[in-house]
């Protein structure tokens, strides 16, 4: 396998990238330069109207050079297809000037960014930036098992992770800086759940329509955090305004925090439902009462995208190739016990699983089964879970690192398991001897309206897959 671009490589490329966008004085995708030049939380609202939405923010040329760092975001509006070809009323962060509509120019989500320890904001779907990306998200094993007929050893801290749109990474000892700028006619915010001293929240404020408004966040400890708009909870994050904050020390970026599993790579999973009629209303700029109206999601997305779209079998190539690197899951086996937190046949080799970041942003409480392998489930909502001693939270939740055949994701939660990607326990020697090429298991979930969309297609709602590789698929 080739060596990757160096980290100092893939700096040095987005800063010309955003060069080269400032020449053609396009917005930008990359956040450090561009920028309006207005102040904290000032307003160039006298000119905003609803029929002017998006036109009334200006994004003057800069006068000074602004703070290194700065992550842009636009609240936008916008339409977007469905699985069945509907298009509904979203709302969303992107990373420009949204043109409304129905296409990319909404700008409806944030392209994945990580803000470094050093204070850069560098867009990239690969996590660490220096590290070998995975061929179609597949990383390659280092070597055959000696001890285990057609099994392997993983490469030890070699790979990166494709991570999905929506995607913040921040490493510990940086700072994430967001401007925030309110294309919409009434107030949004951002605002980083959990993630202040003491599990408080780290908001922008409430941003008036055409103004800006800013948030800082010191990296919080190591994990997986949610940022959202809470306004009218949970309409505003159900309309499209959420994103996924990963918090990552670059010194350990193969452990998601101190005493957690090392993995071979990660993925991140996004649950999101969509709820047309509340949709309407608010396209339409008319309140949204959830409890009058209560939710009804006829669509349920997985990293944005929902059936034969989620499983990378369209006709266009380059969905199915972002779902195969960002979204279904894909190893080589090994022989492997996840709860040893990996077994090390050398410096250079391991035998690991892969992490799994659940997050569910939406409002459906989710049971995500995974067929093939049990998954074995470590860390909740910034919890390590206890290997002995477990207990039960207030809640009732199983507080206890523990094999997990189906994962229950609440809303807003979040959660992480270790997929071993190993042979499954019920394939005999016989079966596992006779392989011809990889084994893909399904992963559906339990809650049974979310396998489908528009209120009965089948099974055209949160579905993913995930291969066990097969001994033809580039086996050294
Ligand atoms: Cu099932």
Request: proline share 10%; with cysteine; glycine share 10%.
């Amino acid at each position: 396998m080739a060596e990757g671009p160096s980290r100092r490589e893939l700096l040095l490329a987005a800063r010309k990238r955003r060069d080269d966008d400032d020449r053609r004085g396009s917005s930008s995708t990359s956040s450090t330069s561009r920028s309006s030049t207005t102040s904290r939380s000032s307003t160039s609202s006298s000119t905003t109207s609803r029929s002017s939405t998006s036109s009334s923010i200006t994004t003057a040329a800069p006068t000074s050079e602004p703070p290194r760092g700065v992550l842009h975001v636009w609240v936008n509006e916008g339409h977007l297809p469905m699985v069945d070809g509907t298009l509904v009323y979203h709302r969303g962060y992107g990373d420009r000037l949204g043109g409304g509509g129905t296409g990319p120019q909404a700008a409806l989500t944030l392209p994945t960014q990580v803000v470094t320890r050093a204070g850069d904001v560098v867009s990239s779907r690969l996590y660490p930036l220096d590290a070998a990306p995975p061929p179609a998200g597949l990383p390659a094993p280092a070597r055959p098992d000696p001890e285990h007929v057609g099994q392997f050893l993983v490469r030890r801290r070699y790979w990166a992770s494709y991570l999905p749109e929506r995607t913040v990474v921040l490493e510990t000892g940086g700072t994430l800086r967001i401007r925030l700028h309110n294309t919409l006619p009434a107030p949004h915010e951002l605002a980083v759940v959990g993630a202040g001293p003491g599990g408080s929240t780290v908001t922008t404020g409430l941003v008036d329509p055409g103004a800006t408004g800013e948030l800082e966040l010191p990296a919080p400890a190591p994990g997986t955090y949610v940022f959202c708009d809470r306004g009218n909870p949970p309409v505003e994050r159900v309309l499209g305004l959420f994103g996924v904050l990963l918090v990552v020390d670059p010194d350990a970026a193969w452990t998601p925090y101190p005493g957690g599993p090392e993995f071979e790579r990660q993925w991140v999973w996004m649950c999101h439902d969509v709820d047309p009629v509340w949709a309407r209303a608010a396209s339409r700029g008319e309140p949204v009462d959830p409890v009058r109206t209560p939710a009804v999601p006829r669509y349920f997305l997985l990293n944005g995208y929902s059936g034969f779209q989620s499983l990378g079998v369209t006709r266009d190539r380059v969905l199915n190739r972002l779902r195969h690197e960002d979204t279904l899951i894909a190893g080589f086996p090994r022989q492997v016990d996840v709860r040893d937190f990996g077994r090390t046949a050398d410096g250079a080799t391991a035998v690991l699983g892969q992490l799994l970041r659940l997050v569910n942003p939406g409002i459906v409480k989710h049971q995500l089964h995974f067929h093939g392998n049990h998954v074995w489930t470590v860390w909740r909502n910034g919890t390590l879970f206890p290997r002995r001693g477990g207990y039960l939270d207030a809640a009732g939740h199983v507080v206890a690192q523990q094999w997990e055949d189906t994962v229950e994701l609440n809303a807003l939660d979040r959660k992480d398991s270790v997929i071993p990607v190993k042979r499954p326990p019920d394939a005999t020697e016989l079966v596992w001897r006779n392989r011809s090429g990889p084994w893909r298991y399904p992963m559906h979930c339990h809650a049974e309206p979310s396998q489908t969309a528009g209120g009965g297609l089948y099974p055209g709602g949160l579905v993913a897959d995930w291969t066990l590789a097969g001994p033809t698929e580039g086996t050294p």
